[in-house]
Structures are given as C-alpha cells and as structure tokens.
C-alpha cells in the first residue's frame, strides 16, 4: 500500500536553531514526493518536490528537504527557524489511484518556533 | 501563475440546504481537478478526482450523491454538498494540475472553502 508517515505531531524549536521535520514514504516504483505547508484556514502552499536528480533538494523560504532512497526518507529541514515558519506542514507523495495519480498526504506536523 | 481560486472562502448555511463551492483555475487550463476534505488539525482527505467532461472518480468511502461534483470546462470544477448536516462541517480544498507537458503534473491548490452546517 502506498502511505506518507509522519511519525511526530508536532515540532518545538527555538528562533534561529536548525529544524527538522520527519517523513518517510512507501511507494512502487519512483516516488514523486512533496512539502507542503499550511497556515490557519488557508490553503496548501507548495514548498518544494523531489522527482528526480539531486538528493538534497532545495525549495522556498530558506527550506531543504533530502531524499534518502535506502530509508525512503524525505525530512525537510531549515538551518536557522524563524517565528513565521511556525505552521502545519505535510509531506505528500504522488500515488496511482482508480483515476489516474493524486496525492496521499502524511498527517501533518505542526512546527512550533519560539522567539 | 498556477493560481487556483474557491468561492466562497467561508459559508454557514442550515440543515437540510445544499451549498455549492466553486474551483476555478485562473491562468492555466485544468485537465483534472481534485477535490479534499480537512477536519481540524487533520491531514487531507481526497474526496474525488475530477477530469474534465466525464464523471467524477470517487474515493472509497464518499457517497457521490452527497458530494456531487461538475467539471464543465477546462477551467471550473464544482462541488455540491447536498442535504447539508453537521457533520458535513470542514474545510474544503480543491487542487489542479496543469496541462503542461511530461510525465509530471503538479497539483497546484486552491485558498480552501470552510463550511458550517447549523
């Protein structure tokens, strides 16, 4: 079966430390994966995508995330927080349905960043 | 460019109305659009996958009475919540891709439309 896992609820950082948010992936074949972020009663905003080349995959707002095949990983990282990166973020990966693809969501985390 | 737009933003309607919420895509044609449900502090639910001119693909679980979806044109997908209940109260958010070509098409997705059934 095709799955997102993200296996924490939510993430605390302090402002300007490095974070991490954790994704792992089940999928046949290559896997076409995502981050997404989302703040209060708005809509997904893309951040970045892997489908091929380049592990380390490089995205908006100051964001990486690195494709481990042998984990079937895809955290998404960020060097230093910042307060407005305080939001919910979820990891998709592209998925064959009955229609054709879509995208299976993993639960989501929620990124909390003090100041 | 890639900008998905939903009307309305927000509705509140009674019990037992049906309400309609609209996905346009503004500058890009929309093969297939897709239609999700979120409940608070909850990930997406594919409700449906909607190319445009045939039926609608329903995910296993949606009642495709409840939820009727249109995709009349390359460019605006519809959802009708019929009968309206409570629990039917959550946020809607659709998403399309782009007939670009290759093999990928990217989901770009709209603001989201929050409903509450009284």
């Known amino acids: 079966a095709q799955s997102v896992a993200q296996p924490e609820d939510q993430v605390n950082v302090a402002e300007g430390n490095p974070l991490t948010v954790k994704c792992t992936y089940s999928?046949?074949?290559?896997?076409?994966l995502f981050w997404y972020v989302q703040y209060p009663n708005r809509g997904l905003q893309f951040l970045l995508k892997?489908?091929?080349?380049?592990?380390l995959v490089k995205g908006s707002y100051g964001f990486e995330a690195e494709f481990n095949k042998s984990q079937t990983s895809f955290h998404l990282k960020k060097p230093s927080a910042l307060v407005s990166d305080s939001a919910l973020y979820f990891c998709?990966?592209?998925?064959?349905?009955?229609?054709?693809?879509?995208?299976?969501f993993g639960k989501g985390t929620t990124l909390s960043v003090s100041s | 460019g890639a900008v998905v737009s939903q009307h309305p933003s927000w509705v509140i309607c009674k019990s037992g109305t049906s309400v309609k919420i609209e996905c346009r895509s503004l500058?890009?044609?929309?093969?297939?659009m897709f239609w999700y449900r979120q409940f608070p502090k909850q990930s997406l639910m594919l409700m449906a996958t909607?190319?445009?001119?045939?039926?609608?693909?329903?995910e296993q679980g949606v009642e495709k009475d409840k939820f009727l979806i249109n995709h009349a044109s390359l460019t605006l997908s519809t959802l009708t919540v019929t009968s309206a209940h409570p629990e039917d109260s959550s946020f809607y958010i659709c998403?399309?891709?782009?007939?670009?070509?290759?093999?990928?098409?990217?989901?770009?997705f709209g603001p989201g439309t929050r409903l509450t059934v009284l």
């Open positions: 998403s399309a891709t782009s007939l670009r070509g290759g093999s990928y098409n990217e989901q770009f």
């Open positions: 999928v046949s074949g290559n896997p076409y």
């Open positions: 892997y489908i091929t080349g380049d592990n």
């Open positions: 998709a990966v592209r998925a064959l349905n009955q229609a054709g693809t879509a995208l299976i």
């Open positions: 500058d890009f044609q929309a093969t297939t």
């Open positions: 909607s190319n445009e001119g045939s039926k609608a693909t329903y």
